[in-house]
């Protein structure tokens, strides 16, 4: 069977030193069958030089465009319709990829063809504590991992596009990504399954993912996730499942205990301070003594438990808040989201 080839496209906005990781992870590529295809979405701090210092390597074929700002999902079309691979690889710029991921993916293919796919993301032992603790709120079964789909998941899976493959003839069939600021890749998901195209999780196709560096810029993340969702579910709503929506119920519940602890201390009713004390304190040593066995690390554990709790609130908060505005408020995504909008 003939070597499948492959066009790695990634968007870029104001991460020139994530481009540097990443192109440097794919020189070491134990597999040379890919070209790379960086768009620089309007960033203010480019990364054209960095660029510029890999596509001096013999083995690794780079191509650079800058184009105006257009968000994540239109960068990818303008990058795919530049493409030369059998394949689009779809990579988000914080990704590292160790150095048998293509060679995995290829080998993957040739046994069991698929038309889409995605791949599983884990912590680098180079990441930040913070970063670990993010990590593991977007990949714990205690969290909303299972929603995302995987090995335990709770979901149909549906490949992200930190790390998200697909046939090039597939995604011109599907006119590529939407304009939608969020979810556009779950959009992209949906259609593929929609379209009936093979899909599924390689397990081997997995990537170091560092995501956010701060608790405050992954409360964003995740809140334009749980936007995300009721845009989705406007778009098709099947596809709004119960797991969807246990962020939010999460939120709701912890907000009721917030109430009663307080209540219970200003009218002096232990049982109102004992109860919700007691949940929450038995939730986050679930996730901490989780946390800590996964990464050999106690500082790690206490963190995640900072990380779940900003993962879960910040997608309920999102998905509560684009209720009001999109269905209750009947705004549009602009009018009622402007200030989230990727630049």
């Known amino acids: 069977m003939q070597e499948p080839t492959f066009s790695i496209i990634v968007p870029v906005y104001n991460r020139p030193q994530e481009v ?3 192109l440097s992870s794919l020189c070491l590529q134990s597999d040379k069958n890919f070209e790379v295809i960086i768009v620089e979405d309007g960033s203010t701090i480019g990364c054209k030089e960095v660029c510029e210092k890999y596509q ?4 690794l074929v780079i191509r650079y465009y800058l184009k105006d700002n257009s968000g994540p999902g239109p960068s990818r079309n303008y990058g795919a319709e530049r493409a030369n ?3 689009l690889l779809i990579l ?7 150095a048998d991921y293509i060679k995995n993916i290829s080998n993957c293919l040739k046994k069991a063809p698929l038309d889409a796919f995605g791949g599983p993301d884990c912590a680098h032992e180079g990441f930040s504590d913070i970063q670990k603790a993010i990590s593991y709120a977007m990949t714990s ?7 995302r789909g995987g090995k335990k ?9 930190f790390n998200l493959g697909v046939r090039r003839e597939v995604f011109n069939n599907l006119n590529g990504f939407s304009a939608m600021r969020f979810g556009e890749d779950i959009d992209f998901s949906i259609r593929v399954y929609d379209g009936g195209y093979s899909c599924g999780l390689l397990q081997e196709a997995w990537v170091w993912h560092k995501r956010r560096s701060t608790f405050k810029q992954f409360f964003k993340q995740v809140h334009n996730s749980g936007i995300a969702r009721i845009a989705l579910y406007q778009k098709y709503p099947s596809s709004l499942k119960l797991v969807h929506m246990l962020p939010a119920l999460f939120t709701l519940g912890v907000a009721a205990l917030i109430a009663m602890l307080v209540v219970g201390l200003a009218l002096g009713i232990k049982a109102l301070v004992f109860c919700p004390l007691l949940l929450i304190v038995l939730y986050s040593t679930l996730l901490c003594v989780d946390a800590t066995i996964q990464n050999k690390s106690l500082k790690v554990g206490l963190l995640s438990i900072v990380a779940g709790f900003v993962q ?3 997608y309920g908060t999102g998905f509560l808040r684009a209720i009001w505005h999109s269905i209750i408020l009947k705004k549009s995504d602009f009018q009622a989201f402007r200030k989230n909008f990727y630049k």
Do not use: A, N
């Open 20 to 22: 540097d990781e990443l």
């Open 141 to 147: 079964f205690f969290t909303t991992g299972g929603i």
């Open 153 to 161: 998941k709770m979901d149909k899976f549906y490949p992200r596009s």
């Open 85 to 87: 691979g059998e394949y």
């Open 312 to 314: 879960l609130v910040g």
């Open 56 to 59: 001096q390597q013999e083995d």
């Open 92 to 98: 988000d710029s914080d990704v590292i990829v160790p």
